[in-house]
């Protein structure tokens, strides 16, 4: 516009925030990741990733655990904990204590806070970016249970928190 009142507003209304220079390391990022969704192994990577992901969530059903929508369709999954007497806060805590990475994450109707939530989330890509297959999450699915079961009274039952973070130790050095 020639109007310099209304530049300035527009300016000011975009800048910072909604628009700002090239980031030319973003704009690298994102060619490379472009040209990787156009290899033809690419297909068959995000396809794994649904297996392993529906691998993890029927094993974590045949545990006990109860999962969001019954299972899953894409490269996560929404564990609710409700059952199990046990908070997505205290859940990731304890995972994250055997090196398992995951996220609270609230669920349908979840009378906990967003702090700290009913259900954890867990998601497949970064195993499958490794080469786990289907049984490998199972088996993850296993150690997950077997932490998660070790917890009471507010606390990891410490041999079971050194017991899965050794075996988890294992599995990833493999």
Same mark, same amino acid.
Request: aromatic share 8%.
């Given at each position: 516009?020639?109007?310099?009142?209304?530049?300035?507003?527009?300016?000011?209304?975009?800048?910072?925030?909604?628009?700002?220079?090239?980031?030319?390391?973003?704009?690298?990022?994102?060619?490379?990741?472009?040209?990787?969704?156009?290899?033809?192994?690419?297909?068959?990577?995000?396809?794994?990733?649904?297996?392993?992901?529906?691998?993890?969530?029927?094993?974590?059903? !045949?545990?006990?655990?109860?999962?969001?929508?019954?299972?899953?369709?894409?490269?996560?999954?929404? !564990?609710?904990?409700?059952?199990?007497?046990?908070?997505?806060?205290?859940?990731?805590?304890?995972?994250? %204590?055997?090196?398992?990475?995951?996220?609270?994450?609230?669920?349908?109707?979840?009378?906990?806070?967003?702090?700290?939530?009913?259900?954890?989330?867990?998601?497949?890509?970064?195993?499958?970016? %490794?080469?786990?297959?289907?049984?490998?999450?199972?088996?993850?699915?296993?150690?997950?249970?077997?932490?998660?079961?070790?917890?009471?009274?507010?606390?990891?039952?410490?041999?079971?928190?050194?017991? !899965?973070?050794?075996?988890?130790?294992?599995?990833?050095?493999?």
């Amino acid at each position: 516009t020639n109007h310099a009142g209304l530049a300035k507003k527009i300016n000011s209304a975009v800048f910072p925030g909604l628009q700002g220079g090239s980031f030319m390391h973003s704009i690298a990022a994102k060619a490379v990741a472009f040209g990787e969704a156009l290899s033809p192994g690419f297909k068959d990577y995000a396809k794994q990733i649904t297996l392993n992901s529906q691998a993890l969530a029927k094993k974590m059903q !045949v545990l006990g655990f109860d999962i969001v929508s019954g299972g899953t369709d894409n490269h996560l999954m929404l !564990v609710d904990l409700r059952t199990k007497k046990m908070t997505g806060k205290n859940a990731a805590s304890i995972l994250g %204590r055997v090196s398992i990475t995951c996220n609270k994450n609230s669920v349908p109707f979840d009378p906990e806070s967003p702090f700290v939530t009913s259900g954890i989330r867990l998601g497949t890509p970064s195993g499958t970016t %490794r080469g786990f297959k289907e049984k490998d999450f199972e088996y993850i699915g296993e150690l997950i249970a077997e932490a998660l079961d070790g917890f009471s009274s507010g606390e990891l039952n410490h041999s079971v928190e050194l017991s !899965v973070l050794h075996k988890v130790k294992e599995f990833v050095s493999l």
